[in-house]
């Protein structure tokens, strides 16, 4: 039997399996990776599904159009009401073709995942409308609260990805603010969101039913966590650790949601050490995990009392551990998603390591070199860097039985 027409049968028949109740999730992923499913990249589904998804950006960036242009015009109760019927009928009909019909499931996701974008912008409209500052923190939490059940209830892995991306912009702008005149704080509360983001998938990993959704939590966690290392490891100043020479003052927003994210990373951290084999962990997440928390509760140190870096030899040895934190991380995000199968996460630790590396001679090296000369000698030791870590890329994701250009 010719390979792509067995691989399209068996997906074909896990989805209804699925549907049946005759496998759960995991077990249809355990055998779509057994089998490498995943990776063989149905081209005309990914092109359908984009054309879908792009279609219904498409109509939601035109309808949100037709209103702002005729907004005036509009009675105040029209204005409701056609928001509220075009939300709830994009919805509908998202729920009738993948769920009900099952004629174009494909399309039917993708109007789902416009019905929760929809959501968003009609209750920023309305508040609009009703003279509610549309720029209040408060409206961008409703709109979380409101649709972070329908991910699950869907089966939409967008719709989450929207949902944790919502909650980011809520907590940008209501716990970040106006409260901080440099970066650190704020981006020691998203290292400590990236680290709670990874346990939430962890603990996805746990439940049979929404074991899909692990992989969206973990994406997003470990991209918050690199990036806020990345920061942390540039060259350590005052400016980059607190503007307040009494340290920082938490607000008991702040405390409560730390609290709540500090929970979680013990909690799977805990998973990983009591239910590994359920897990299917590596030692590397436990790694990873450990030395992201340990790092944040440095961090958390130096930023209540910052005095302690206010000099030139500590601000060196900032400089040296958090770049060895960056470095270390990356190297075990490479290693998960080599062990684990994830090609996104051996590409993005590989980026990583190569803005590690780059920043690290930029910050301390450059400057004993002739101007000029550092910044040759740097685009050379780029290209090589970039040359070595494509090689190895390639390598890796040969090793996984993955397509190079994934």
């Known amino acids: 039997m010719d390979d792509d027409k067995f691989y399209s049968r068996l997906k074909h028949e896990l989805d209804e399996w699925q549907k049946d109740g005759v496998l759960e999730s995991s077990q249809a992923e355990a055998i779509m990776r057994r089998y490498g499913i995943e990776k063989k990249g149905y081209k005309q589904a990914d092109v359908i599904t984009a054309l879908s998804t792009l279609a219904a950006i498409l109509i939601g960036v035109g309808v949100i159009l037709f209103f702002a242009s005729n907004w005036e015009k509009m009675p105040d109760i029209i204005k409701v009401i056609l928001l509220l019927i075009t939300t709830f009928s ?12 099952k004629t174009y499931p494909t399309a039917g996701h993708a109007l789902l995942f416009l019905g929760s974008v929809l959501v968003g912008a009609t209750i920023l409209l309305i508040a609009q409308i009703f003279n509610i500052n549309a720029g209040s923190h408060w409206l961008y939490l409703l709109w979380f609260i409101v649709i972070a059940p329908m991910g699950y209830f869907f089966d939409s892995k967008p719709t989450v990805g929207l949902n944790i991306i919502i909650f980011t912009l809520w907590l940008g702008v209501s716990i970040i603010g106006d409260s901080y005149m440099g970066m650190s704080s704020p981006l020691l509360l998203y290292l400590l969101f990236g680290i709670a983001l990874y346990s939430i998938g962890q603990i996805h990993e746990l439940t049979g039913k929404w074991s899909g959704f692990r992989m969206v939590y ?17 060259w350590p100043t005052y400016f980059f650790y607190s503007h307040y020479a009494g340290g920082v003052k938490f607000t008991a927003s702040d405390q409560l949601l730390m609290g709540v994210f500090a929970l979680l990373a013990v909690a799977s951290v805990v998973a990983n050490l009591v239910e590994k084999e359920k897990l299917r962990s590596t030692r590397y997440e436990f790694y990873v995990l450990v030395s992201a928390f340990v790092g944040w509760i440095f961090l958390f140190i130096i930023n209540m009392y910052p005095i302690l870096q206010q000099n030139r030899p500590v601000e060196t040895l900032l400089f040296i551990i958090f770049n060895l934190f960056l470095l270390g991380i990356s190297i075990g995000t490479i290693s998960i998603g080599y062990y684990k199968n994830q090609p996104e996460f051996v590409n993005t630790g590989i980026i990583f390591f190569a803005l590690g590396v780059m920043q690290y001679y930029i910050n301390h090296l450059q400057g004993m070199l002739p101007k000029g000369l550092g910044l040759i000698i740097g685009g050379i030791i780029l290209f090589f860097i970039a040359s070595y870590l494509e090689k190895k890329r390639r390598i890796l994701l040969a090793a996984m039985k993955v397509p190079v250009n994934e």
């Open 90 to 101: 994009t919805y509908y009909a998202g729920f009738v073709m993948r769920f009900e019909k």
């Open 218 to 234: 973990k994406g997003f966690g470990i991209f918050f966590i690199l990036i806020s290392y990345f920061y942390f490891s540039i």
